[in-house]
């Protein structure tokens, strides 16, 4: 019999013998003073049985005759040692869950949902024992640069990362929330609603999952600074110098204008009363013109970093008389610690970063000395790649959670960002949602899964066990030419770099002809990957879309190499007119297929930004005629 899988990997799990062969007819008990807390783990449990082991079973509170006890769901105040805990145990004629809190019988539901998946109508006799080591178990998802999902994506996306025990949900926002009193700035976003949120964060909070609203309020403010009304709060309104490179137009707000602290305060206003959450993420991140334009007389007189600490000061001010609690990206005060030990201790810092070397250890040990609470944040590798970076993601992943629990992080944060187009598919992310969910529960029992199972069994529901050994494997394709670029993969910057300068990126992969052949090789390497998802056996909902998402990342890959080749050949001399009609027609069809994969998971927003992205790479082969 194949072993167990689940997630989170539970702490103690025990398999004691014999097992628990589930009659057709019986009775869900809710055990609880207050049974409708409990009302939809017992309905996500009802429906798993009827599909999984085709059982009918009733849900009923209070007493209930023993012969037709199946399930009891009790709720024991002290009798689990932590609130998010639970205590699950089947016998030969009976399912027993004990917690203190409903959020743990929750948690107890889903893992018994994935042993039904798995078992069917005949469970192992077993005992459970679990709880989480953060207790605050996070995801971000970037909505603004340039993917605003359906409210559809959104529910199925709480759905599945509530089933693993996340218990956090934040939407990086920009300008892609409806503001009333701001409405030319997100005119053309097809923005999330007021009202929309507050029907998604009734969703998460029946899952027991908070939705903390998150609106960056100090640089990343482009999308504001760029219309007339707002461009005279810009730090530099006409572009600056950044360590990216020259950028033209508005970037942060100028901490030194009084109007920037009223616009800050507005959206304060009009956003918070949508959300339940006490918490706040107001960024603060990457003020990377910060002292270049209005602010540079201060910057000179105090310094940059004592700057950034006054206007980040005056946002804490506000959000605490608003009765929320701040988090905010701690990279800019990782500049400057001395500053560290003037934050208040009643913020929340959020340490991030993105490759396998992050020094999540060293910079957390900072925070924790200075009393300062903070949560880590790994990411999940998938943007400005299309595939994502698997090794890189996995590495990135542990290191964060090994740092936050040696050095008592409050939270683990797991992000997923969209720079440069938002290129990759949502499914794409799923490795790092599922390792990093495993991790923020239990990272003992979690940090040597099997990943391929965990996706093929948990993630993509695949009879074959086939599809997330291929996801991993694409996903280490970034590696193939032995060229590692920063929160990036090289192939995704072949496309989106001009035909003059990628054999500049080539450069360190070695001559031409070992180019060639290498990419020649992936291409071949790609197209057996394509004809392999075809064998999968997903039983998803949208098992057809994912196959489809997953096939057109692959065929993007391919174009790269090929348009690898074509520059290789172009810089020689050795340019021909086929070639670049052969990279049109194939640009055209990737183009078409993006339209409709984008759509079938998000709104119109965006969608024209990230696809300049693309029919700049298709101009760049020539006319269309």
């Known amino acids: 019999m194949t072993p167990l899988q689940l997630l989170p990997t539970p702490r103690r799990l025990t398999l004691l013998g014999g ?13 609880s003073a207050d049974a409708q807390t409990l009302r939809l783990a017992a309905a996500i449990l009802q429906v798993t049985l009827r599909e999984h082991a085709g059982v009918s079973w009733e849900i009923v509170a209070g007493a209930a005759p023993a012969a037709q006890r199946r399930v009891v769901l009790n709720i024991v105040p002290g009798s ?3 609130d998010q805990g639970y205590h699950l145990a089947v016998t030969t004629d009976c399912i027993y869950v004990t917690a203190n809190q409903p959020a743990g019988v929750f948690y107890a539901v889903q893992t018994l949902c994935q042993l039904l998946a798995q078992r069917g109508g005949k469970l192992p006799v077993l005992q459970c024992l679990d709880w989480p080591d953060f207790a605050q178990r996070g995801v971000m998802l970037d909505i603004s640069r340039d993917k605003v999902p359906t409210m559809e994506t959104l529910y199925g996306l709480v759905d599945t990362l509530a089933s693993w025990k996340i218990n956090q949900l934040q939407l990086y926002t920009e300008h892609t929330f409806a503001y009333r009193n701001h409405p030319q700035v997100w005119a053309d976003a097809s923005p999330l609603t007021g009202e929309e949120i507050l029907a998604l964060d009734a969703y998460c909070r029946e899952r027991f999952v908070t939705l903390v609203p998150n609106q960056n309020t100090f640089g990343h403010l482009q999308r504001w600074l760029i219309h007339p009304g707002y461009r005279h709060l810009a730090e530099c309104p006409d572009g600056c110098d950044t360590r990216w490179g020259h950028m033209d137009g508005p970037f942060s ?12 305060t507005s959206m304060l206003d009009e956003l918070l009363p949508h959300f339940a959450s006490h918490q706040v993420n107001v960024g603060c ?8 334009g209005h602010s540079q007389a201060r910057v000179a007189e105090v310094g940059i970093g004592r700057v950034y600490l006054e206007f980040l000061t005056q946002i804490y001010r506000e959000v605490k008389a608003r009765n929320r609690t701040m988090q905010f990206w701690s990279d800019i005060v990782m500049e400057h610690p001395e500053l560290v030990p003037e934050l208040p201790r009643d913020v929340i810092a959020l340490e991030w970063g993105y490759e396998a070397a992050h020094p999540f250890a060293r910079r957390c040990a900072r925070l924790a000395a200075a009393g300062i609470p903070f949560y880590v944040c790994p990411g999940t590798s998938s943007w400005r790649s299309l595939a994502g970076r698997t090794d890189n993601a996995l590495a990135n992943l542990r290191s964060a959670a090994e740092a936050g629990l040696q050095q008592g992080a409050v939270g683990y944060l797991v992000t997923d960002w969209g720079d440069l187009g938002h290129w990759q598919p949502l499914p794409v992310s799923y490795l790092g949602f599922a390792y990093g969910a495993g991790l923020a529960w239990a990272y003992q029992a979690n940090v040597d899964l099997d990943m391929a199972r965990v996706l093929s069994t948990l993630v993509f529901h695949d009879a074959q066990g086939q599809m997330g050994r291929l996801a991993i494997e694409l996903g280490n394709l970034y590696q193939a030419l032995g060229v590692q670029v920063e929160n990036s993969s090289l192939f995704f910057n072949i496309l989106q770099t001009a035909p003059a300068d990628i054999p500049a990126l080539l450069a360190a992969a070695g001559d031409t002809e070992h180019l060639e052949a290498s990419l020649w090789a992936i291409r071949s390497q790609l197209d057996g990957f394509v004809t392999a998802l075809a064998t999968t056996g997903m039983q998803r909902p949208d098992a057809t879309l994912v196959q489809w998402e997953y096939s057109w990342v692959a065929r993007m890959l391919s174009h790269a190499c090929r348009r690898a080749e074509w520059a290789l050949a172009r810089t020689a001399g ?42 700049k790479m298709r101009e760049e082969y020539g006319d269309r005629g």
């Open 574 to 615: 050795r340019d021909s007119a086929a070639a670049r009609k052969a990279l049109a027609h194939e640009a055209d069809g990737l183009i078409a297929e993006f339209r409709v994969i984008w759509y079938s998971r998000n709104r119109p927003g965006g969608f024209r930004d990230s696809l300049a992205r693309m029919e």
């Open 80 to 82: 689990i040692a932590h």
């Open 285 to 292: 991140d990457e003020t990377v013109d910060l002292g270049q």
């Open 253 to 264: 707000l100028a901490p030194t204008e009084p109007g920037s602290l009223d616009l800050v």
């Open 19 to 31: 097992s628990f062969s589930l009659p057709y007819t019986g009775l869900i008990i809710l055990d």
